[in-house]
């Protein structure tokens, strides 16, 4: 806007500082003279045709960010503060890498201010993904399609908190999740309406027989979440408790900004 306006303000303000007298003479005068008041007529013209382009230009950019700003994410974006951090890559194995990180957590959920404190293996808006084939109990897939394959997010006990994101049905996870025999899952409502038909999933099973044959009980239903970005649909996914030794996301929830 400043540029447009710019460009539109200096042609203005030389024309205006023309003499009346110069101009006639000017245009009185030589071919030649008539030749350059044509051009620069042609420059004027030009610059206010590409200042209105501009200006035109950076009102759909304007009204573009107002809509993204007000689409709804899923989860709560104030007070977040994400950040990732992987220890291997300064030399750690992974018995360290998983003791930096729970230090990580508990130094962080310590400070004054901080509500909650979590993290996956795959930051949201970011675009990473991991797929998984699975076998979901009480759905046939379509004999051309086999079994579905969908995303799957590895979290932290306190996911759903630090992000702010809504429990529809069931429970959140918790930190015995992660080593009780009985292996976990939540589930978002687009998982939920296109394997479940929309209703309550909780207490269904979930089958994974690759990297390992595992099997998951679905104990809570989440709001979606726009994963990949606030322009692109929603996706069905798992989640499952787990600690990582690569690359995570940490979310900070904050009670200030």
């Not at 991991?130 to 979290?155: D, F, K, M, S, W």
Request: proline share 7%; hydrophobic share 45%; aromatic share 8%.
């Amino acid at each position: 806007t400043l540029t447009a306006a710019a460009f539109c303000a200096a042609p203005a303000v030389a024309m205006r500082k023309m003499q009346l007298a110069d101009v006639l003479k000017t245009e009185s005068g030589a071919t030649s003279s008539r030749a350059q008041v044509r051009l620069r007529k042609t420059m004027v013209m030009a610059q206010l045709a590409f200042c209105l382009w501009l200006v035109m230009g950076a009102g759909l950019f304007a009204r573009s960010l107002a809509r993204l700003k007000a689409v709804d994410l899923g989860f709560r974006k104030e007070h977040l503060i994400t950040f990732q951090l992987d220890p291997m890559m300064s030399g750690f194995n992974s018995e360290e890498a998983l003791a930096a990180y729970r230090r990580v957590s508990e130094a962080l959920g310590a400070l004054p201010g901080v509500v909650a404190v979590s993290h996956s293996d795959y930051g949201v808006l970011t675009g990473g993904e991991n797929l998984n084939t699975i076998q979901i109990e009480g759905y046939r897939p379509p004999p051309a399609e086999g079994p579905p394959l969908v995303r799957v997010l590895a979290v932290a006990p306190g996911y759903l908190r630090a992000l702010g994101i809504n429990l529809r049905a069931g429970r959140d996870l918790n930190p015995a999740d992660v080593q009780r025999p009985i292996r976990v899952a939540l589930v978002n409502e687009a998982f939920a309406k296109q394997y479940f038909g929309g209703q309550n999933p909780v207490g269904r099973h979930i089958w994974r027989p690759n990297p390992k044959d595992m099997l998951f009980e679905i104990v809570g239903l989440v709001a979606d979440q726009r994963y990949d970005g606030p322009t692109e649909q929603v996706h069905p996914f798992y989640y499952l408790p787990a600690d990582s030794d690569w690359a995570l996301s940490f979310y900070v929830r904050t009670s200030q900004s």
